[in-house]
């Protein structure tokens, strides 16, 4: 299966198979890409093709193909392609082999599937079954159907490392497919900040590319500058050919042109997927936090510092203490503590010292004010780090305790004089946050 060699076409999105991560899992056809757990395979040059490589996944590989759980097995059990979880026990291991050989297939394992098959084909016709072996040539070539459609292949079987950049922002992706005996086998992208010119630092980076992978190919192929003087972009291919000693082109019209467009284009893909994961990672973190705030009763939820305790078997105490700002860590503001006041295994004397330290630091140099302090810890440590702030600092902040259960994972979130569990769900953005 082509792990990466797609033509990608002009569309919204481009479509991907998924794993989906279920406890009977099956395969689907979807362009969009999430963090849920599922294994994604692609992009595709369009649907057709990751529909007929679905299809083809389904005869080989028997995962459940319905949404939701039918009553009784359906036609695709009789067919032999689905193992019927809706009615048989299927046993995890079983469902571990077929996504293993599936992820397998989609990550160009395709050579070594047909291989498995030959052979049992091969072997049902000398035991003259020949039905089974008709069945099993069928699929065979149904897999070199699939793959003659979308495998991008030349006809002079050349090794080429063909480059392609997209820049967004301040940033620069650059993409290099990889051509091997005239096939598209891998590509791979790296993402930068970029500081100077564009094609400058594109230059740069796939000289710095070989320095580090100095297997080389017969052929280089590049993009050409978009503002930039054809005489400079020929002095850019003379140096890296003198250098590298093979041959380097910025291919003008032709395939070898849309490989090169192919490459720029993937590259503006992955470009525009990161800045899209990031910017739904922060709408994310800025929704939990302000969410958090509101399970809690407070209507401004900014600056958020955090406590936690330990020690060596009793001794050597210490504590760290974190700091997120709507909903984001600030890893310059972590701060960690070695305890001076306290001898031996006291978790509230040290819960007092540490924030006792950090606060008298803050009202002396005139720092932000938290407008939430969490401990690690239940209504003890809560009491502790309440009295020195209130008593001692003449502070009023909002503390809250997380309580641990048996096996040391946070298990509630308690707060308010006298504390009381505030009742998160477990799987909400606010719980993960915490």
Same mark, same amino acid.
């Given at each position: !299966?082509?792990?990466?060699? =797609?033509?990608?076409?002009?569309?919204?999105?481009?479509?991907?198979?998924?794993?989906?991560?279920?406890?009977?899992?099956?395969?689907?056809?979807?362009?969009?890409?999430?963090?849920?757990?599922?294994?994604?395979?692609?992009?595709?040059?369009?649907?057709?093709?990751?529909?007929? *490589?679905?299809?083809?996944?389904?005869?080989?590989?028997?995962?459940?193909?319905?949404?939701?759980? #039918?009553?009784? @097995?359906?036609? /695709?059990?009789?067919?032999?392609?689905?193992?019927?979880?809706?009615?048989?026990?299927?046993?995890?291991?079983?469902?571990?082999?077929?996504?293993?050989?599936?992820?397998?297939?989609?990550?160009?394992?395709?050579?070594?599937?047909?291989?498995?098959?030959?052979?049992?084909?091969? $072997? +049902? @016709?000398?035991?003259?079954?020949?039905?089974?072996?008709?069945?099993?040539?069928?699929?065979?070539?149904?897999?070199?159907?699939?793959?003659?459609?979308?495998?991008?292949?030349?006809?002079?079987? !050349?090794?080429?490392?063909?480059?392609?950049?997209?820049?967004?922002?301040?940033?620069?992706?650059?993409?290099?497919?990889?051509?091997?005996?005239?096939?598209?086998?891998?590509?791979?992208?790296?993402?930068?900040?970029?500081?100077?010119?564009? /094609?400058?630092?594109?230059?740069?980076?796939?000289?710095?590319?070989?320095?580090?992978?100095? $297997?080389?190919?017969?052929?280089?192929?590049?993009?050409?500058?978009?503002?930039?003087?054809?005489?400079?972009?020929?002095?850019?291919?003379?140096?890296?050919?003198?250098?590298?000693?093979?041959?380097?082109?910025? #291919?003008?019209?032709?395939?070898?042109?849309?490989?090169?467009?192919? $490459?720029?284009?993937? +590259?503006?893909?992955?470009?525009?997927?990161? /800045?899209?994961?990031?910017?739904?990672?922060?709408?994310?973190?800025?929704?939990?936090?302000?969410?958090?705030?509101?399970?809690?009763?407070?209507?401004?939820?900014?600056?958020?510092?955090?406590?936690?305790?330990?020690?060596?078997?009793?001794?050597? #105490?210490?504590?760290?203490?974190?700091?997120?700002?709507?909903?984001?860590?600030?890893?310059?503001?972590?701060?960690?503590?070695?305890?001076?006041? =306290?001898?031996?295994?006291?978790?509230?004397? *040290? !819960?007092?010292?540490?924030?006792?330290?950090?606060?008298?630091?803050?009202?002396?140099?005139?720092?932000?004010?938290?407008?939430?302090?969490?401990?690690?810890?239940?209504?003890?440590?809560?009491? $502790?780090?309440?009295?020195?702030?209130?008593?001692?600092?003449?502070?009023?902040?909002?503390?809250?305790?997380?309580?641990?259960?048996?096996?040391?994972?946070?298990?509630?979130?308690?707060?308010?004089?006298?504390?009381?569990?505030?009742?998160?769900?477990?799987?909400?953005?606010?719980?993960?946050?915490?």
């Amino acid at each position: !299966m082509p792990r990466y060699n =797609v033509l990608l076409k002009d569309d919204k999105s481009f479509p991907y198979i998924k794993i989906t991560n279920e406890q009977h899992p099956r395969l689907e056809v979807t362009r969009k890409v999430i963090k849920d757990k599922g294994k994604y395979f692609g992009p595709y040059p369009n649907a057709f093709a990751a529909q007929q *490589t679905k299809k083809l996944l389904d005869r080989l590989y028997p995962l459940r193909k319905c949404k939701m759980l #039918p009553d009784r @097995a359906c036609l /695709y059990y009789h067919m032999g392609q689905c193992v019927a979880p809706c009615e048989l026990e299927v046993p995890a291991q079983q469902y571990e082999g077929m996504t293993q050989k599936i992820s397998r297939f989609l990550n160009g394992g395709h050579q070594e599937i047909k291989q498995d098959l030959q052979k049992k084909m091969e $072997a +049902a @016709a000398d035991e003259l079954n020949f039905e089974r072996a008709k069945e099993l040539r069928d699929q065979i070539r149904h897999i070199d159907a699939v793959m003659e459609k979308q495998t991008i292949t030349t006809q002079d079987a !050349m090794d080429r490392d063909i480059f392609g950049f997209a820049v967004d922002r301040g940033m620069m992706c650059v993409q290099i497919l990889y051509m091997r005996q005239g096939k598209m086998i891998e590509r791979k992208a790296s993402i930068f900040a970029h500081y100077a010119d564009i /094609y400058e630092d594109f230059i740069s980076f796939v000289s710095q590319y070989y320095s580090e992978n100095p $297997a080389l190919p017969k052929e280089i192929f590049l993009p050409a500058p978009d503002d930039q003087e054809q005489s400079d972009t020929h002095d850019e291919q003379e140096m890296l050919e003198g250098w590298l000693h093979v041959n380097v082109h910025v #291919p003008k019209r032709g395939l070898k042109k849309k490989m090169v467009e192919m $490459a720029c284009e993937n +590259a503006k893909i992955a470009l525009d997927e990161q /800045y899209r994961l990031l910017e739904r990672d922060e709408q994310r973190t800025n929704k939990a936090a302000s969410s958090l705030g509101e399970w809690i009763g407070l209507n401004h939820l900014h600056r958020i510092e955090a406590f936690d305790n330990s020690n060596t078997q009793g001794t050597d #105490p210490v504590s760290a203490m974190v700091v997120f700002v709507d909903g984001k860590s600030q890893r310059d503001e972590y701060r960690k503590y070695k305890i001076k006041t =306290v001898i031996g295994p006291d978790d509230y004397g *040290t !819960m007092k010292e540490v924030i006792r330290r950090r606060y008298e630091r803050v009202l002396k140099e005139n720092l932000p004010l938290p407008d939430l302090i969490i401990v690690d810890g239940g209504k003890g440590q809560m009491s $502790a780090a309440v009295d020195v702030l209130e008593n001692e600092l003449g502070l009023y902040i909002p503390v809250a305790g997380l309580v641990k259960d048996d096996r040391h994972k946070t298990a509630q979130l308690m707060i308010g004089v006298p504390p009381e569990a505030v009742p998160l769900p477990r799987g909400s953005h606010e719980f993960y946050l915490l």
